[in-house]
């Protein structure tokens, strides 16, 4: 007979909701692709986030973080995947200065965002923290896991979603001037920025 922790349950909806809302690099590639491309152009990255974090989760559960742990050269390659590939979006974002020279940068693929779950820092203190705090708040095992890659993906998806609305809204103010040439600069080092953290955080 299927059981639930229900107050685990609840504590674990809230951990899953601040985790995927609160800034991060997934969040901030949906806001300037909203921004600079419209929010349809977000939804490959939102699919890409939740098929790459829910794949994450199931590996997390049956033990890979552990791996990660024993294996620095791994842990330190993913890493330094993810720093690269935020640095390349970062470029391509800031060499977009207007909306009509869209076609230097592009929307990330789904597929990119997917991969880059792997060596997103933030996504893995999510997975670690899911493991160690929420194990147990449902039986059997198939229906704990089959809840936590449910809620996290609906939380991600949410939360890109009001990101990609943020991006959405700033689009009619960033096409007077050059407040999007300054905005996607700003974004752009932003993300180069976060890429460097990361690989210094990681020496």
């Known amino acids: 007979m299927p059981e639930v922790d229900w107050f685990k349950l609840a504590a674990f909806v809230w951990f899953a909701w601040v985790g995927s809302v609160?800034?991060?690099?997934?969040n901030a590639i949906a806001l300037s692709t909203s921004a600079n491309f419209g929010a349809r152009a977000v939804a490959p990255h939102s699919i890409g986030v939740a098929v790459g974090f829910s794949s994450?989760?199931?590996a997390a559960g049956l033990g890979a973080y552990g791996l990660l742990l024993e294996s620095p050269t791994l842990a330190q390659?993913?890493?330094?995947?993810?720093?690269?590939y935020l640095c390349w979006l970062g470029v391509q974002l800031a060499r977009s200065g207007s909306m009509s020279e869209r076609a230097v940068a592009r929307a990330p693929r789904w597929f990119e965002s997917a991969v880059f779950q792997y060596a997103n820092p933030k996504a893995w203190m999510l997975a670690a923290g899911t493991v160690g705090a929420y194990q147990g708040l449902a039986q059997p095992a198939?229906?704990?896991?089959?809840?936590?890659?449910?809620?996290?993906?609906?939380?991600?998806?949410?939360?890109?979603?009001?990101?990609?609305?943020l991006g959405t809204a700033m689009r009619a103010w960033l096409e007077v001037g050059s407040r999007l040439r300054v905005f996607n600069l700003a974004a752009g080092a932003s993300l180069?920025?976060?890429?460097?953290?990361?690989?210094?955080?990681?020496a």
């Open 56 to 58: 994450m989760l199931v």
């Open 142 to 165: 198939w229906l704990e896991q089959a809840l936590i890659v449910a809620i996290f993906t609906v939380c991600c998806v949410i939360s890109n979603f009001i990101w990609a609305w």
């Open 22 to 26: 609160t800034p991060g690099p997934n």
């Open 192 to 202: 180069v920025l976060t890429a460097v953290w990361l690989w210094r955080g990681s």
């Open 77 to 84: 390659a993913l890493k330094l995947f993810g720093v690269l």
